[in-house]
Structures are given as structure tokens and as C-alpha cells.
């Protein structure tokens, strides 16, 4: 994908969910202006690493211990998630967006990774 199109749908992303957490519910502080330079970069990232993200979601040759490992991250985030959604829609919102930026982070930096 060209780098102009992968930025300018990021941007969009990234409006669009901080215009979501701003209609959600009274957003407090400067927590929505954080939300769309957070999303924007997750999908920037995703969209240029996505070959990588493909291979995450491949279920051919899993190990036990990938399984187990992968079910911890899905309670430990579904348990945060909701926790910070009872606080307020753009708290949860940005909780999601920052999983999200770790994972697209993780997945490029093993991309980069030599062999």
C-alpha cells in the first residue's frame, strides 16, 4: 500500500474513533485528543506490517504454551477493558487503542528482526 494512502486512512481511523469517544459520553480532560494520534498510529503501523499480522492469527502449528500465553492476554485485557469502560467510554476506548499500539509495535519490531 502507498505510504500516502496508509496515512490518510490512518488519520481518518483515528478521527473517526476520537469522534466516537467524544459523542459516547462527557469526555474528561484531554483524554479524546490522545485517543486520535493513538489510533491513527496503531493503524498505520497494522496496515504496513499486515503480511504480520496475518502469520499472528494463523492456527497451524500452535504450541500449548502460545495457546495459554494468548487466553492470559485475552482475560488480563477483556478484565481491564471493562474496568476502564465503567470509568468512562473514552477511558476504555484508549485502553483498547493502547493494547492495540503494543501489539502492532510488537509485531513490527519482530518483523525487523534480521533472518
Same mark, same amino acid.
Given at each position: 500500500?502507498?505510504?500516502?494512502?496508509?496515512?490518510?486512512?490512518?488519520?481518518?481511523?483515528? !478521527?473517526?474513533?476520537?469522534?466516537?469517544?467524544?459523542?459516547?459520553?462527557?469526555?474528561?480532560?484531554? !483524554?479524546?485528543?490522545?485517543?486520535?494520534?493513538?489510533?491513527?498510529?496503531?493503524t498505520a503501523l497494522v496496515l504496513r506490517h499486515r503480511d504480520g499480522w496475518g502469520r499472528l492469527f494463523r492456527f497451524g502449528d500452535q504450541?500449548?504454551?502460545?495457546?495459554?500465553?494468548?487466553? !492470559?492476554?485475552?482475560?488480563?485485557?477483556?478484565?481491564?477493558?471493562?474496568?476502564?469502560?465503567?470509568?468512562?467510554?473514552?477511558?476504555?476506548?484508549?485502553?483498547?487503542?493502547?493494547? !492495540?499500539?503494543?501489539?502492532?509495535?510488537?509485531?513490527?519490531?519482530?518483523?525487523?528482526?534480521?533472518?
Amino acid at each position: 500500500m502507498r505510504p500516502f494512502i496508509r496515512y490518510l486512512a490512518s488519520l481518518v481511523v483515528g !478521527l473517526v474513533v476520537a469522534g466516537v469517544a467524544v459523542s459516547a459520553a462527557d469526555a474528561p480532560g484531554l !483524554l479524546p485528543v490522545a485517543i486520535a494520534p493513538l489510533y491513527a498510529a496503531t493503524t498505520a503501523l497494522v496496515l504496513r506490517h499486515r503480511d504480520g499480522w496475518g502469520r499472528l492469527f494463523r492456527f497451524g502449528d500452535q504450541r500449548w504454551s502460545d495457546r495459554k500465553r494468548g487466553a !492470559l492476554g485475552g482475560g488480563i485485557c477483556a478484565i481491564s477493558f471493562s474496568l476502564l469502560l465503567s470509568l468512562s467510554v473514552p477511558a476504555g476506548i484508549t485502553g483498547i487503542g493502547l493494547m !492495540l499500539f503494543g501489539q502492532a509495535l510488537t509485531v513490527a519490531d519482530y518483523e525487523s528482526l534480521p533472518g
